[in-house]
T-cell receptor
Framework: NAGVTQTPKFQVLKTGQSMTLQCAQDMNHNSMYWYRQDPGMGLRLIYYSASEGTTDKGEVPNGYNVSRLNKREFSLRLESAAPSQTSVYFC?????????????FGEGSRLTVL | AQRVTQPEKLLSVFKGAPVELKCNYSYSGSPELFWYVQYSRQRLQLLLRHISRESIKGFTADLNKGETSFHLKKPFAQEEDSAMYYCALKLQGGSEKLVFGKGMKLTVNP
């Protein structure tokens, strides 16, 4: 009953370091998403993948890259972390084609960039 | 441009009081709106969708296209309703791409 699993849950980086956030879902969903959540800003879409093999930019893609490794996995990479990327990152998935509007979220990854 | 506005960041009420969490949207297409909820130490999850016209945990929300609003209401709040609430707008297209409001923290006091 895992749903959407994100790793790591916490990470502290220094400015300029790189890291990858991993996300996997076991619900056979086609679409996957990466959001960031900042106080007073709500959730903002970074990148999404409508289906395996495709990725598209969301509202705030700068400074990030993504890889849809297979249907289950969607990773988010910060090549050169900046303090402005301090945030809580959420991965989500959905069964696109159902038009339900329901996203299933992971528990979040709290990233601090010093 | 598409936008979801939740004008209030915080709302504190006593148990049994009515609550209304406001949400307004701006969208040129046909709107599909949702309320998501995040309870303490739990994942963000769907509460209700306008198209279903359902009542979940005593909450209802009516889409008012004239006022471009989708306010969430509950006649008698319970302590377990304390949470962060996000209004979201689904963009047209092939995936469930949602634009979220900034969220509102509801606290229900005993």
């Amino acid at each position: 009953n895992a749903g959407v699993t994100q790793t790591p849950k916490f990470q502290v980086l220094k400015t300029g370091q790189s890291m990858t956030l991993q996300c996997a879902q076991d619900m056979n969903h086609n679409s996957m998403y990466w959001y960031r959540q900042d106080p007073g800003m709500g959730l903002r879409l970074i990148y999404y993948s409508a289906s395996e093999g495709t990725t598209d930019k969301g509202e705030v893609p700068n400074g990030y890259n993504v890889s849809r490794l297979n249907k289950r996995e969607f990773s988010l990479r910060l090549e050169s972390a900046a303090p402005s990327q301090t945030s809580v990152y959420f991965c989500a998935s959905s069964a696109s084609g159902g038009d339900t509007g329901e996203l299933f979220f992971g528990e979040g990854s709290r990233l601090t960039v010093l | 441009a598409q936008r979801v506005t939740q004008p209030e960041k915080l709302l504190s009420v006593f148990k049994g009081a009515p609550v209304e969490l406001k949400c307004n949207y701006s969208y040129s297409g046909s709107p599909e709106l949702f309320w998501y909820v995040q309870y303490s130490r739990q994942r963000l999850q769907l509460l209700l969708r306008h198209i279903s016209r359902e009542s979940i945990k005593g909450f209802t929300a009516d889409l008012n296209k004239g006022e471009t609003s989708f306010h969430l209401k509950k006649p008698f709040a319970q302590e377990e309703d304390s949470a962060m609430y996000y209004c979201a707008l689904k963009l047209q297209g092939g995936s469930e791409k949602l634009v979220f409001g900034k969220g509102m923290k509801l606290t229900v006091n005993p």
